[in-house]
């Protein structure tokens, strides 16, 4: 859990909110950020309130459950938590290890799920190292009970997850974690539908043996943690949906599991 003190902790919201509106991830009063303070106890941010103009004594503290629990007087006396809280509970609820959580509207990472775009594939090595894949979970109304159970499966094994036509999730040990991934996946949107319109159709994935030795590094990162699971993607037979798999007919890919196994007990020792 971070360290810092509730006030070093508003601090660091506020300054994450001016980044991100400053890049865009959010506009008018979209988006909304939260922190663990304690094991019982939350800082979110506002409802209603653009991210890029926040003051610290602005946010509140509930418990995990949503309820407000901080003092009711001051700046933060007669606001509410953010709307979209649920999701945030959610992701608490379902990992231990998150102790930030950060809901955007990158317009990028947006249009790709309007488009029907997949960020789940893997193309760029660097974001399949460090997140893995970005799954989309199926649309749900915004602000709504629907929201933390579209989220509920995928948050267990992804760190950065798109909201189909509505925004991302990012999770991390800290506030600057969950942020860096909100980054990561907007960029990996832009650059996705940069190169897909100059060549005028969908994204070849990455080459089968690139996948394998990527899969390789990143079950040393993620083995312990349960995340390593590939989605929507059938391009390797790292993932379940590989013909090779399914078939039952496949080449024999004992080699490589052996590799993965030995690595991951050097990680462990």
Same mark, same amino acid.
């Given at each position: 859990?971070?360290?810092?003190?509730?006030?070093?902790?508003?601090?660091?919201?506020?300054?994450?909110?001016?980044?991100?509106?400053?890049?865009?991830?959010?506009?008018?009063?979209?988006?909304?950020?939260?922190?663990?303070?304690?094991?019982?106890?939350?800082?979110?941010?506002?409802?209603?309130?653009?991210?890029?103009?926040?003051?610290?004594?602005?946010?509140?503290?509930?418990d995990l459950i949503g309820t407000r629990v901080g003092p009711a007087f001051g700046k933060a006396r007669d606001l509410k938590p953010s709307s979209e809280i649920r999701i945030h509970l959610?992701?608490?609820?379902?990992?231990?290890?998150?102790?930030?959580?950060?809901?955007?509207?990158?317009?990028?990472?947006?249009?790709?799920?309007?488009?029907?775009?997949?960020?789940?594939?893997?193309?760029?090595?660097? =974001?399949?190292? #460090? *997140?893995?894949?970005?799954?989309?979970?199926?649309?749900?109304?915004?602000? @709504? !009970?629907?929201?933390?159970? +579209?989220?509920?499966?995928?948050?267990?094994?992804?760190?950065?997850?798109?909201?189909?036509?509505?925004?991302?999730?990012? =999770?991390?040990? #800290? *506030?600057?974690?969950?942020?860096?991934?909100?980054?990561?996946?907007?960029? @990996? !949107?832009?650059?996705?539908? +940069?190169?897909?319109?100059?060549?005028?159709?969908?994204?070849?994935?990455?080459?089968?043996?690139?996948?394998?030795?990527?899969?390789?590094?990143?079950?040393?990162?993620?083995?312990?943690?349960?995340?390593?699971?590939?989605?929507?993607?059938?391009?390797?037979?790292?993932?379940?949906?590989?013909?090779?798999?399914?078939?039952?007919?496949?080449?024999?890919?004992?080699?490589?599991?052996?590799?993965?196994?030995?690595?991951?007990?050097?990680?462990?020792?």
């Amino acid at each position: 859990m971070d360290t810092r003190t509730e006030h070093e902790l508003r601090q660091r919201i506020v300054e994450i909110g001016k980044l991100m509106h400053q890049k865009n991830f959010v506009a008018a009063g979209d988006g909304n950020i939260s922190v663990r303070l304690d094991r019982e106890r939350l800082l979110v941010t506002p409802s209603g309130f653009s991210k890029g103009f926040l003051d610290v004594e602005q946010l509140i503290v509930v418990d995990l459950i949503g309820t407000r629990v901080g003092p009711a007087f001051g700046k933060a006396r007669d606001l509410k938590p953010s709307s979209e809280i649920r999701i945030h509970l959610e992701c608490y609820r379902q990992r231990a290890d998150v102790h930030a959580v950060i809901h955007a509207h990158p317009p990028n990472a947006i249009a790709c799920t309007l488009a029907g775009i997949s960020l789940a594939k893997c193309v760029m090595p660097e =974001v399949v190292y #460090d *997140l893995g894949t970005i799954p989309t979970a199926p649309y749900a109304t915004p602000t @709504s !009970a629907e929201g933390p159970i +579209a989220v509920r499966e995928l948050i267990k094994h992804y760190d950065a997850l798109m909201l189909d036509r509505h925004g991302s999730v990012t =999770v991390g040990k #800290d *506030l600057w974690e969950a942020y860096m991934r909100l980054e990561r996946v907007e960029h @990996s !949107a832009q650059v996705t539908l +940069a190169a897909q319109q100059a060549l005028g159709k969908p994204l070849d994935p990455l080459p089968v043996e690139a996948i394998q030795k990527l899969a390789m590094m990143r079950q040393n990162v993620f083995a312990q943690m349960g995340r390593d699971v590939c989605v929507e993607c059938n391009a390797c037979p790292i993932s379940e949906r590989h013909p090779s798999r399914a078939s039952g007919i496949a080449k024999d890919f004992s080699h490589l599991e052996t590799l993965i196994a030995d690595e991951v007990r050097r990680a462990i020792k």
